[in-house]
C-alpha cells in the first residue's frame, strides 16, 4: 500500500511539472549583428554582452551574437546555421555598408514587414546602409552627424506610456553622444518616445543642421505587419550599464518581439 502511494504521489508531480513546463511559453530567438563597416565604436562588444544577458536574465529570449551578415537570409544554410525563419527579431549595431546581396536584403525586409517580426537598432545602426535607401525607410532615419559629440544633455521623454519608456521620469540627464538625423526621418513616419530638451544643448554650433530643434533620441515605428524601435543612445558602454537603460531595451526587445503592446502611432512634436 505504501509502495502504490508513493507512485501515485509521484504521477501527481509528474503531472504538475508536465503542466508547467507546458504552460511556460518558450524563448524567444533575438540575431544580434554587430558587423562594422565603418567607425568601430569600443561598446559593440559590451552592448551585445548586456542584450544577451538581459534575455538570460528575463528568461524570455536567447541571443544569438554574430560580428558578420551570413545569417541575414532565408535561404537554407549547411553546418547547422539559423537563418532568418528561425528568429522573431533582429537587432543591429553597425556601421557602413554590410555585405548584404540583393537576396539577403529583401529578406531582411520582408523578415519585419509581410512575416511581421521585429527589427531593432541601436546607436550607428542609422550610420549604415546609406546606398540602401530601403534601410532608411526600415530603421527611419540616417545619421547626420554628432553637432556636440559626448556631450551633458537633458532627455525628454516625450511618451511615458510606452511600455520601453513608461519608467522614466519626464526629463533627465545623460552625458553620452547625441546625434543629429536627416531623411527619411519625420514624425509624420515614426513615432518619437524621448529627445534632447534643444535647451540643453549648444544650437549655435555650425554642425547643428536642424533648424526645427527636433533631436529624436529614440522612436518607434510599425513596418508593414512588423515593429522597429531604434535608439541612439549607447555611444559609451557605461551607457549599457544603467539600470533604467536595461530596462528600456529589455521592454523594447519585449515589444518588438510582440510579447507587449505599445503604441507606435506617428504624432507631431508637442508645442513647446
Known amino acids: 500500500m505504501k509502495n502504490w502511494f508513493c507512485f501515485a504521489v509521484l504521477l501527481v508531480a509528474f503531472g504538475v511539472a508536465s503542466a508547467a513546463e507546458a504552460?511556460?511559453?518558450?524563448?524567444?530567438?533575438?540575431?544580434f549583428i554587430g558587423e562594422v563597416k565603418g567607425f568601430e565604436h569600443d561598446s559593440v562588444s559590451h552592448a551585445m554582452a548586456t542584450i544577451e544577458k538581459l534575455g538570460q536574465q528575463s528568461g524570455l529570449w536567447d541571443t544569438y551574437l554574430r560580428t558578420d551578415s551570413e545569417l541575414l537570409t532565408k535561404l537554407k544554410l549547411g553546418n547547422n546555421a539559423k537563418n532568418?525563419?528561425?528568429?522573431?527579431?533582429?537587432?543591429?549595431?553597425?556601421?557602413?555598408?554590410?555585405?548584404?546581396?540583393?537576396?539577403?536584403?529583401?529578406?531582411?525586409?520582408?523578415?519585419?514587414?509581410?512575416?511581421?517580426?521585429?527589427?531593432?537598432?541601436?546607436?550607428?545602426?542609422?550610420?549604415?546602409?546609406?546606398?540602401?535607401?530601403?534601410?532608411?525607410?526600415?530603421?527611419?532615419?540616417?545619421?547626420?552627424?554628432?553637432?556636440?559629440?559626448?556631450?551633458h544633455a537633458v532627455i525628454d521623454v516625450e511618451d511615458r506610456d510606452f511600455p520601453a519608456t513608461r519608467h522614466f521620469p519626464p526629463h533627465f540627464p545623460i552625458y553620452d553622444e547625441i546625434y543629429q538625423f536627416k531623411e527619411p526621418y519625420s514624425r509624420d513616419r515614426v513615432r518619437v518616445l524621448m529627445s534632447i530638451d534643444p535647451k540643453s544643448v549648444d544650437l549655435t554650433n555650425p554642425r547643428v543642421h536642424r533648424t526645427d530643434k527636433d533631436f529624436a533620441v529614440t522612436w518607434v515605428r510599425q513596418y508593414g505587419k512588423g515593429r522597429v524601435f531604434y535608439s541612439s543612445l549607447g555611444h559609451r558602454e557605461d551607457i549599457w550599464d544603467r539600470p533604467d537603460i536595461q530596462q528600456m531595451w529589455t521592454e523594447a526587445v519585449k515589444w518588438a518581439m510582440g510579447m507587449t503592446q505599445g503604441d507606435a502611432t506617428p504624432r507631431p512634436k508637442a508645442a513647446e
Open 23 to 31: 504552460q511556460t511559453p518558450p524563448r524567444k530567438k533575438l540575431l
Open 84 to 151: 532568418l525563419n528561425y528568429f522573431d527579431a533582429v537587432m543591429f549595431y553597425t556601421t557602413g555598408d554590410l555585405d548584404l546581396n540583393d537576396e539577403q536584403k529583401a529578406a531582411l525586409l520582408s523578415f519585419v514587414k509581410e512575416d511581421g517580426k521585429g527589427f531593432l537598432g541601436t546607436h550607428s545602426a542609422t550610420d549604415t546602409f546609406y546606398h540602401w535607401l530601403d534601410y532608411g525607410g526600415l530603421i527611419g532615419a540616417y545619421f547626420n552627424e554628432h553637432p556636440w559629440g559626448q556631450v
